[in-house]
């Protein structure tokens, strides 16, 4: 069975950092693309970033491009996300996503194992 | 860049289809899906590539895209189908789009 189960989630004050993580089990992580996709309170899916199968092409929304960096550890099947100089606007529940694909960069892509997200908080 | 454009809500008796729409440029060229969210839950993916059902979606759910327009269609709508439905797409000057939802109330 597929799960996906993410942690690190937080309040930090503007300009700190945090390190969100997310535990895979049921498949391995280096055989499949997965994402970051958030979620800003009362509003819709936002994609963040994605690490394709071979975890040598990484990719990014221009929102956090530059700021985030999404990789993975092959031995412990996790996928991580580094968010640095964090904004109000970052305040969001965090979902780490497994595509059906090995990589993102195709348009049969599509996301079919979500976590139950995390919780950011961005406020001073 | 590339937008996905829903509308905000629809609404439907239950028993009857109700059809939930996504709009974007050459949308029918594109392998569109979609995802059912429940209140305070995850999204689920409930029809990829267009029109192909994951396992353990009813067969009541289905998919089709033409022109600018892809739609997901719910026959005999039950309550249990209230949810936020997103559709995403993919392409090469956005990379992953998401439409901004469309909220399905079950009357």
């Known amino acids: 069975e597929v799960q996906l189960l993410e942690s690190g989630g937080g309040l930090v004050q503007p300009g700190e950092s945090l390190r969100l993580s997310c535990a895979a089990s049921g498949f391995s992580v280096s055989s499949y693309a997965m994402s970051w996709v958030r979620q800003a309170p009362g509003k819709g899916l936002e994609w963040l970033s994605s690490?394709?199968?071979?975890?040598?092409?990484?990719y990014y929304a221009g929102s956090v491009k530059g700021r985030f960096t999404i990789s993975r550890d092959n031995s412990k099947n996790t996928l991580s996300l580094q968010m640095n100089s964090l904004r109000a606007e970052d305040t969001a529940i965090y979902y780490c996503a497994k595509a059906g694909t090995k990589t993102t960069r195709t348009p049969l892509l599509y996301f079919d194992f979500w976590g139950q997200g995390t919780l950011v908080t961005v406020s001073a | 860049s590339y937008e996905l454009t829903q509308s905000p809500s629809v609404s439907v008796s239950a028993g009857q289809t109700a059809s939930i729409t996504c709009s974007g440029d050459k949308l029918g060229n594109k392998y569109a899906c979609w995802y059912r969210q429940r209140a305070g839950q995850s999204p689920e993916l409930v029809m990829f590539q267009r029109d192909e059902r994951p396992s353990g979606i009813p067969e009541r759910f289905s998919g089709s895209s033409s022109g600018d327009t892809a739609t997901l269609t719910i026959s005999g709508t039950q309550p249990m189908d209230e949810a936020d439905y997103y559709c995403q797409a993919w392409d090469s000057s956005t990379e992953v789009v998401f439409g901004g939802g469309t909220k399905l109330t079950v009357l």
């Open positions: 690490l394709d199968y071979s975890g040598a092409n990484t």
